[in-house]
């Protein structure tokens, strides 16, 4: 019996791998039709993001059966209760790369390919996610501290576009709308680095019971 739930949490992570690296992917996919105004790549993120709603579902399927069909114990149920966390924070993840596309769909070949910090705040996020991906497969606590810590400078990237673009604003008030639009794609980009917190805070609480709160 519980050979065979371990065989089934090994799976469950290898499908939470698999999550993550969708994620990853439609981040690496959506910064890149970003940089290059490309409207055409921007709608191919679509295609991730459904595949990444998708296997949430499934692993959330696969989550319940464990409960209901296993008889885990405490910290199983920690780490099965704590997965369920994990995929809603990427499936969130997902969303945010999904709403900087529509973004870039709408304002294609008007977004400079070097504006301000957005690609390095971006390719920050990007390197947040994976690192709490990877944390959470190994229960690596020492790792999610450093994905927590980490966050400060996606925030001081997000402090830097704000001033970026209220700079932008006085200068050039005519372009008050696509500076908003940079706002909120870096309020997204952001918005990821809070849900990759989020996955190290519940790797932490996988592995010692304790949950700080999530953002």
Not at 67 to 96: T, Y
Request: hydrophobic letters at 45%; one cysteine or more.
């Amino acid at each position: 019996m519980r050979r065979r739930f371990d065989e089934q949490l090994f799976m469950l992570n290898a499908d939470i791998i698999e999550m993550g690296a969708l994620c990853e992917e439609a981040i690496t996919l959506v910064l890149k039709a970003l940089v290059r105004s490309d409207g055409d790549r921007a709608r191919k993120v679509k295609k991730d993001c459904n595949s990444i709603k998708a296997l949430e579902r499934e692993i959330e399927q696969n989550c319940m059966k464990l409960l209901l069909h296993q008889q885990p114990v405490a910290r199983d149920l920690r780490e099965i209760s704590s997965s369920l966390r994990v995929i809603a924070d990427m499936e969130r993840i997902g969303d945010h790369v999904e709403d900087v596309a529509q973004i870039v769909i709408y304002q294609e070949e008007n977004i400079p390919g070097t504006f301000l910090h957005i690609e390095d705040m971006g390719e920050a996020t990007k390197k947040m996610v994976s690192k709490a991906v990877d944390a959470f497969v190994k229960k690596d606590v020492v790792l999610a501290d450093e994905v927590i810590e980490f966050d400060d400078v996606v925030d001081d990237y997000f402090k830097k576009m704000k001033y970026g673009i209220i700079k932008m604003i006085k200068e050039n008030p005519e372009d008050d709308g696509f500076a908003l639009d940079m706002l909120m794609i870096s309020k997204y980009f952001e918005r990821i680095g809070d849900r990759a917190v989020n996955i190290a805070q519940w790797v932490i609480y996988a592995v010692t019971g304790v949950h700080k709160d999530e953002n």
